[in-house]
Each structure stands twice: as structure tokens, then as C-alpha cells.
């Protein structure tokens, strides 16, 4: 009667240390996907706002030292381009009433 009570307090006391391990893992498998995760998303960023710094500087060269209207004006038509698309393909639902 001993032996058995011994056996299943032992077989508890493996089930709770197996328990408290696969928590620990689950702990840090979560905390590395997060940290990946964050990683790529600053890495993303990053790289965009290094992007539009570029664009930035060369759009001043291009558009505004450089004297010309001529890619004021291409860059206008381009403008008016996207945005008369952007017009024609906007969908409003009908109104219910």
C-alpha cells in the first residue's frame, strides 16, 4: 500500500516537472517569434525611411535646383494619372435604407 502511494506521488511529481518544462519552452519559443518578428518589422521600416530619404533628396535635385518645369509638369501629369485612376476604380457600396 506504501509502494503504491510512493509510485503515484512519485508520477505526480514527473508530471509537474514535465508540466513546468513545456511551459519553459513554450515561454521561449513565443519570446523568439517575437523577437524575429520585431526584428524584421524594424528592418522593414528601416528600409523604407532610408527609401524616402533618398527620394527626398532626389526629388529636390531633379525637380527644384535643377530650374526646369519640365518634371514639375511630368511629375503633375503622373499625379493627376494615379489619381483619376484611384477615382475610377473606388467602388461605394449602394446605401441600404
Known amino acids: 500500500m506504501i509502494c503504491a502511494i510512493l509510485l ?9 516537472r514535465v508540466r513546468e518544462n513545456l511551459f519553459t519552452l513554450a515561454q521561449k519559443f513565443i519570446a523568439t517569434s517575437i523577437g524575429v518578428v520585431t526584428f524584421i518589422a524594424t528592418a522593414v521600416y528601416d528600409t523604407v525611411a532610408a527609401l524616402i530619404v533618398i527620394l527626398r533628396v532626389l526629388s529636390r535635385k531633379v525637380i527644384i535646383e535643377s530650374g ?30
Open 8 to 16: 503515484l506521488m512519485g508520477f505526480a511529481l514527473i508530471g509537474s
Open 68 to 97: 526646369s518645369l519640365v518634371p514639375l509638369l511630368v511629375l503633375l501629369a503622373v499625379a493627376v494619372l494615379i489619381l483619376s485612376r484611384l477615382i475610377s476604380n473606388y467602388h461605394r457600396p449602394r446605401a441600404t435604407q
